[in-house]
């Protein structure tokens, strides 16, 4: 049996390519594929093999004095999900464009939000009322097939855009609410929170473990709604059978968590499309759209 484990976490790592290169021996050793990204402030993974041998990884990880004590989510999945083995060592494990005020010390980052268990966050809830507002933490793509309800999601094309966007007006209006931030595994939102404290957010949690382990606790029976995106070739992970498609096809508005690459080589967007247009109709709403023959 294969799976696909998620992780991350912030710690001073003083020398990222030695790391870099360890980690490539461990994973070739155990024939797991993915990305692994490494920087001075920590590591963030996402690999896919034999169950045996991401259970052998996790051991090997726990044995580092970095990185022992890492919370792992497991999803259904397998090594081929992945073209290759990536690991690489960048300036931020997320690219935000905030390392010159990201602050990582052995416990994680620095004056982030608090964090809430998903158990916790039903309870929070109840408690704040209209006051809360949940924040996707997300590119705005990956909220139009999942998120929570109600939920505000930022004009986002890629993590870069958090930083112009959390001084528009819309955002701005907020800071006296109760903010929860989600991601998929809860890495982004380690980042964007601190951010918006460090703007003046005055009551900021980030969900912890992220959308990934919300969905393996309340499944689709809590506040969620739809599926989750993910970065690989499953593209979209349901967490029940009673998951519903919230997404709409970008050429017939049917309901679908599809997406398929637009066919304009110039262009890197992804297309919403139910099965029947992704059949025949090939491009974004920035493109012409054109029918090919099946």
């Known amino acids: 049996m294969e799976k696909i484990i998620l992780y991350y976490k912030f710690v001073p790592i003083n020398d990222p390519t030695t790391v870099m290169h360890w980690q490539r021996e461990l994973c070739q050793r155990y024939d797991l594929k993915g990305r692994i990204i490494i920087s001075l402030d920590g590591i963030n993974g996402t690999l896919g093999g034999r169950v045996d041998d991401l259970k052998a990884y996790k ?43 990201l602050k990582v010390s052995a416990k994680g980052v620095l004056g982030g939000g608090k964090h809430i268990k998903p158990e916790a966050l039903h309870k929070l809830v109840a408690e704040k009322g209209e006051n809360l507002v949940f924040m996707d933490g997300r590119n705005a793509f990956e909220a139009k097939i999942g998120n929570f309800k109600g939920a505000v999601v930022p004009n986002t094309r890629t993590t870069r855009d958090f930083l112009e966007e959390l001084e528009t007006p819309q955002m701005k209006a907020l800071k006296n609410k109760t903010i929860v931030t989600y991601c998929t595994g809860g890495i982004r939102c380690e980042i964007l929170s601190s951010m918006m404290i460090n703007r003046g957010f005055k009551d900021v949690y980030q969900m912890d473990g992220g959308i990934a382990k919300y969905g393996e606790k309340f499944k689709d029976d809590g506040l969620w709604q739809g599926k989750l995106y993910v970065f690989d070739k499953r593209m979209n992970l349901a967490f029940s059978d009673k998951s519903k498609d919230i997404g709409k096809c970008s050429h017939c508005g049917a309901k679908t968590s599809q997406f398929i690459n637009c066919a304009d080589q110039s262009c890197n967007d992804l297309v919403l499309a139910c099965q029947k247009c992704s059949a025949k109709t090939q491009y974004c709403s920035l493109h012409v759209k054109q029918t090919v023959t099946v």
């Open 59 to 101: 051991k090997a990880m726990n044995l580092h004095p970095l990185f022992k004590g890492i919370t792992y989510k497991w999803s259904d999945g397998e090594a081929n999900d992945f073209p290759r083995l990536s690991i690489k060592v960048r300036k931020e494990i997320v690219t935000f464009l905030a390392s010159n005020e």
